[in-house]
């Protein structure tokens, strides 16, 4: 049966790479990218938030990967400050497109650092449809690199997240709904900290009803 979740090596820039990867069960299913936190923090694809985003692209009927970047768990390489990451990111990206070649949507996703890479990935990468990017960090990280940001997305911010300040990301919110043609949604989730303990399930309604909302209205 082709609708098991799969461990997949795949060739990364820097060695092998070690994904999860379940198929969509359409005929020809929207694909979704999941991104881990920073790894020298302990962040790996089987981050619960990580593991979330993949139940819920899953429930949603898509094709979904998500991967250990370099030095993380089985796969190859060491940290690489961003650069390397964003690159092993775009190789999960080729590589679940060539498992699904003729899909005409594709969805990236992450969290905390990885929202990051998702975010950077969008600039590379034009195919990218739409992104949901949680906790982005942008008191640690400079985002000015969106400059148009090119596709339309969800930030989701946690109301009592004690690692970045609620006002810096609905100021980079602010910034990214100002530019012209593409559409930025922005949730802040109470009694969330940065890592959703106990909240949870108030994320995953958010992205769901998110994601529900553009499958229906932009994609018919």
């Known amino acids: 049966m082709n609708n098991q979740?799969?461990?997949?090596?795949?060739?990364?820039?820097?060695?092998?790479?070690?994904?999860?990867?379940?198929?969509?069960?359409?005929?020809?299913?929207?694909?979704?990218?999941?991104?881990?936190?920073?790894?020298l923090y302990g962040?790996?694809?089987?981050?619960?938030?990580?593991?979330?985003?993949?139940?819920?692209?899953?429930?949603?009927?898509?094709?979904?990967?998500?991967?250990?970047?370099?030095?993380?768990g089985k796969s190859e390489g060491k940290f690489d400050n961003g650069l390397g990451e964003l690159a092993d990111a775009a190789a999960a990206l080729d590589w679940i497109q060539r498992q699904n070649p003729n899909t005409n949507q594709c969805w990236v996703a992450g969290f905390s650092f990885g929202a990051l890479l998702c975010m950077q990935l969008l600039m590379r990468r034009p195919e990218i449809t739409r992104f949901i990017s949680i906790s982005?960090?942008?008191?640690?990280?400079?985002?000015?690199?969106?400059?148009?940001?090119?596709s339309s997305g969800l930030i989701?911010?946690?109301?009592?997240?004690?690692?970045v300040p609620i006002e810096e990301t609905a100021k980079l919110a602010e910034?990214?709904?100002?530019?012209?043609?593409?559409?930025?949604?922005y949730e802040?989730?109470?009694?969330?900290?940065?890592?959703?303990?106990?909240?949870?399930?108030?994320?995953?309604?958010?992205?769901?009803?998110?994601?529900?909302k553009e499958l229906n209205s932009r994609f018919r």
């Open 175 to 185: 910034k990214l709904q100002s530019q012209k043609n593409i559409n930025i949604e």
């Open 43 to 72: 962040g790996t694809m089987n981050n619960p938030v990580v593991r979330e985003l993949f139940s819920i692209f899953d429930s949603l009927g898509f094709s979904i990967f998500r991967f250990n970047l370099r030095g993380v």
């Open 188 to 212: 802040e989730i109470t009694g969330a900290n940065h890592f959703y303990d106990n909240e949870m399930e108030k994320l995953n309604n958010t992205i769901s009803s998110y994601i529900e």
């Open 156 to 163: 989701v911010q946690g109301k009592k997240d004690d690692l």
């Open 136 to 150: 982005p960090q942008p008191n640690l990280y400079d985002f000015n690199f969106l400059a148009p940001c090119p």
């Open 5 to 39: 979740v799969k461990e997949v090596v795949f060739t990364g820039p820097d060695g092998k790479l070690v994904g999860k990867y379940k198929k969509g069960q359409s005929l020809n299913p929207p694909v979704a990218v999941i991104i881990h936190p920073h790894p």
